[in-house]
């Protein structure tokens, strides 16, 4: 049976304590202020209010695992020690933040832990780790299939002091965001190279560098994903100095690598917590409803899928604490496998765990009064965000088959 530490059990209490008493009775008030907002991009009062409070908490860095327990007061936990508090976050999707263990901001966070120089992280990490600004990662373009990192065409040039990006990047998550200040950047700088995974380089590059144009924000069905948001940029002829370049020139792939897998668990982690609070949604439905006679919660068909979703989210829960108790132990590259058979099927499974709960809420289920339609969404993008499924599947079974085909 898997056991939690003190440390994770404690905090796991007081992270529902302080669910209870500020998030889940300030869900309209956030939704009011985000519909009436000006900007629909900016940091809402709200927010700022909730993120003082969790701070004073000791409930702020909650993913910084312990090898870099030296960077933060709050973190130091492991993977398996982590997932049930990002679990218990997952519940309101944007309660993250408030913890300040959002996406992309704890992925670009371990990277700057990971690669960075130390006046890099002088400059970037210590406010993103205060929580006063934001970050975003831009990888992803709209020309070529970014599923596979090697295609990425951003052009990345040395010129005298400074480095010249010009290229074209889309579904930048937090790019939106007013608060957000540095964007790591992939591109190619050596195209010509023959080894495929060293072409690439990664590039900090300050959100108010000149040539950078937000184009537009992008939604997933419909939603914009608001403050965040997910946008498609611009770069031409963006200069930044050369001291900017992150490990190195044709380390990109490396970085990218080491960024993704933990990102990946995250969202996996998050996503069981949206499945377990629209299961309770569900039944809390299902004896409330009454339809032909008699309530919901006597149906044959209704119990059947109450059942179907539990067992699921017991499943999907136990493959993430699997996993984590795997990367704690030979770290992400080495995991990789259980990191892709959780990628591919957690966000999946609670697809349709989602949709079986908005199906007993009838037409309200659809909409924005419960949780589960934008929580829907948050699973459906992630089929794609680090990376769609079938490049994960065809990778594991690779990897499988060379296991135990020979």
């Keep these: 049976m898997y056991k939690f530490s003190s440390k994770s059990l404690e905090l796991q209490e007081k992270l529902s304590v302080f669910m209870d008493a500020y998030v889940y009775p300030n869900e309209e008030a956030y939704a009011r202020q985000l519909h009436s907002a000006e900007n629909r991009f900016s940091s809402l009062p709200l927010m700022e209010e909730l993120k003082a409070k969790a701070r004073a908490a000791g409930l702020w860095n909650l993913f910084v695992p312990e090898e870099f327990s030296q960077y933060c007061d709050h973190g130091g936990l492991s993977n398996f020690d982590y997932a049930p508090l990002a679990e218990i976050m997952g519940r ?22 990971k690669y960075a120089t130390e006046a890099q992280r002088d400059r970037w990490l210590s406010p993103l780790l205060r929580g006063e600004i934001k970050s975003s990662y831009a990888m992803t373009e709209p020309q070529v299939a970014s599923s596979d990192a090697t295609n990425i065409e951003l052009s990345i040039q040395r010129e005298g002091g400074e480095w010249v990006l010009n ?9 939106m965001y007013e608060q957000t200040k540095i964007f790591i950047v992939m591109g190619k700088s050596d195209p010509a190279n023959p080894n495929r995974h060293k072409q690439q380089t990664q590039i900090l590059v300050p959100r108010d560098t000149q040539g950078i144009t937000l184009v537009r924000p992008l939604t ?12 498609e940029i611009t770069f031409e002829n963006v200069r930044v100095p050369l001291e900017n370049v992150l490990l190195g020139e044709g380390r990109g792939f490396d970085i990218a690598q080491g960024r993704l897998g933990p ?3 995250h969202h996996c982690m998050r996503l069981v917590g949206a499945a377990q609070r629209s299961l309770e949604l569900a039944c809390k439905r299902a004896t409330s409803r009454t339809t032909f006679g008699r309530p919901l919660s006597k149906h044959q068909s209704v119990r059947e899928e109450i059942s179907r979703s539990f067992s699921e989210i017991e499943m999907i829960r136990l493959l993430v604490l699997k996993t984590c108790t795997k990367m704690d132990a030979v770290g992400a590259q080495a995991s990789r496998d259980m990191i892709a058979a959780t990628k591919t099927t957690v966000p999946l499974m609670v697809q349709n765990i989602i949709d079986r709960c908005m199906q007993m809420h009838g037409a309200g289920g659809l909409t924005e009064d419960y949780p589960m339609a934008e929580a829907f969404n948050y699973a459906r993008w992630c089929r794609q965000a680090d990376g769609p499924d079938q490049v994960h599947q065809m990778a594991l079974g690779k ?5 135990y085909g020979k």
């Design 167 to 175: 290229g074209h990047k889309w579904f930048i998550t937090g790019a």
């Design 220 to 231: 997933t069905l419909g939603y914009d994903d608001a403050p965040l948001g997910h946008a």
């Design 92 to 113: 309101v999707i944007w309660s993250p933040e408030v913890f300040n263990c959002n996406a992309p901001d704890t992925g670009n966070m371990e990277v700057f832990m």
């Design 399 to 403: 990897q499988i088959i060379e296991k």
């Design 263 to 265: 990102g990946r668990m």
